[in-house]
Nanobody
Framework: HVQLVESGGEAAQAGGSVRLSCVAS????????MAWFRQAPGKEREQVAT???????TYKDDVKGRFTVSRDVAKNTLYLSMNNLKPEDTAMYYC??????????????????WGKGTQVTVS
């Protein structure tokens, strides 16, 4: 089965930029929906951004204009480019995926594969 491994998390200054990567262990076809989530200490996990195999994307309101989700199919890699970082972006960031199943315009209805996360700390 497919495994997801995130990387790129780091300590950053407010106003700075970080790019996260999520590599899938193997190619699993051209039909997928993928997402980035984050969870800060003491808070619930929240969805940050999604992208599907048609290229449709969605974003959490407070990251619109600052974060960009993208994917490199040839590299089996999902990215999250984060600009103009704020301290409230501090969290563990996770990627998730579904291959097959249902999604519509970037809204994933069946995410069932999760990575272990990468930490982003903004001060």
């Amino acid at each position: 089965h497919v495994q997801l491994v995130e990387s790129g998390g780091e300590a950053a200054q407010a106003g700075g930029s970080v790019r996260l990567s999520c590599v899938a262990s193997r190619y699993s076809g051209n039909n997928y929906c993928m997402a980035w989530f984050r969870q800060a200490p003491g808070k619930e996990r929240e969805q940050v951004a999604t992208i599907d195999s048609d290229g449709s994307t969605t974003y959490k309101d407070d990251v619109k204009g600052r974060f960009t989700v993208s994917r490199d199919v040839a590299k089996n890699t999902l990215y999250l480019s984060m600009n103009n970082l704020k301290p409230e972006d501090t969290a563990m960031y996770y990627c998730a995926a579904q291959y097959g199943g249902a999604w519509m315009r970037g809204i994933c209805y069946g995410l069932n594969i999760w990575g272990k996360g990468t930490q982003v700390t903004v001060s």
